[in-house]
Structure formats: structure tokens, C-alpha cells
């Protein structure tokens, strides 16, 4: 195909939210990872699904945990938290208590059993509905039972979010990105009468 090439298979191409999982250790100790591989697996009931490397293997402290408690939360994260979170991502629950060395600021869910990050402008608070092993991974599903939204958000609806003030960080192999200004709306085609085809 003219003006490209071939190369190995890979998903580390384009940019991911970032967001930090927290659920509530054997002990009572919060503790949160990072995450990134995670999107809507439906709206109706709403779910979220993300794809955890070796969950089922001992690897990973939140994941184990989720599948033991079966609620967690989601935590969407800011370019002022991404010290925290990038620690949190690349620290290991197993060796040392995050919460703690960080100093993270944390309440309880105002629903379910879930820690839930104070920074954080969105929290998801969800239950774990259904697991599926994929290659070297396994997808959480996650249904949605509560949400919490920063006190500067007045309306939280579809399409009414400004979302360049929440300053929300991407990431893409292997950096973390802030996200531009608004270049288009969903749907502006058809309203300013384009065709598909000239």
C-alpha cells in the first residue's frame, strides 16, 4: 500500500484515559493501581471493562482484591495527581502500602465497600459483574452503582461536561498527555450539511 509499511502487531499506539482502581485490602487498607486499558462495555446497564495483565496469578494486589470483594472504584485522574498515579502504576501493592507512602487523601464510597480518591474529579463506584480470560490477561466488567462528580460540575449529562477544565490526563506508551481543546462535535456534519462523498 503506497506511503505505508508493516510493522508487529501491537495495541501501544494510541492515547488511553488514565484512571487509578481502588478497592480495600484483606486488612481494611485501601489501596489503588493504575489503569489504563479501560472503556464502556455498555450503557444500558452502564459498564466499564478493563484488561489486567496476570489478574488471576498473584501479580497484581487490586485485582486480586477485586475479585475477592467484587466492588471497586474508579478514579479518573488529573494532571496535577499524575506523581501519585504514575507511583501508584508502577509500584506493586504486594511490597508496600501506596495509600501510606503517598499520602494519598481518600474517603470511603458513598455507596459501596470502595476507597475513593479525594482529588479526584469522577468516581465510579462500581461491582464486578463478570470476568473474561483474554491471552495474558483478564477483562474485569464492572457495572456502575454510583457516581460522584467534583462540585464544580453542574451538570454531568451527556454532552454537558467541559471537559478541557477538568484538566484529565492520557497516556500512550510511554507517556502521559493532557488533553487539547475542543476540535469538533459529534454530529456537527450532519448539522452543517456535508456529505460523506464530494
Known sequence: MPGRHAVPPTTYS??????LVGVYREDGRPTFSMHTWMTTASCEPPTLMFS???A??????????????????VNLITQAMLHDADYCGQTSGYKTDK????GLAWSPGALLDVPVLDGSPWVYECRLVDTKDVGECTV?????????VDASIA???FGKVDVPTLDLA?????????????VYGE???????ESATP
Do not use: M, N
Open 14 to 19: 494510541f492515547p488511553c484515559s488514565v484512571q
Open 52 to 54: 489486567v495483565y496476570a
Open 56 to 73: 488471576r496469578r498473584g501479580v497484581k494486589k487490586t485485582s486480586d482484591s477485586i475479585l475477592r470483594s467484587g466492588v471497586f472504584s
Open 99 to 102: 495509600v501510606a507512602d503517598r
Open 140 to 148: 474485569l466488567f464492572g457495572r456502575v452503582e454510583h457516581l460522584t
Open 155 to 157: 451538570d454531568a449529562s
Open 170 to 182: 492520557v497516556y500512550s506508551t510511554p507517556a502521559y498527555y493532557g488533553l487539547g481543546e475542543r
Open 187 to 193: 454530529g456537527d456534519s450532519v448539522k452543517a450539511g
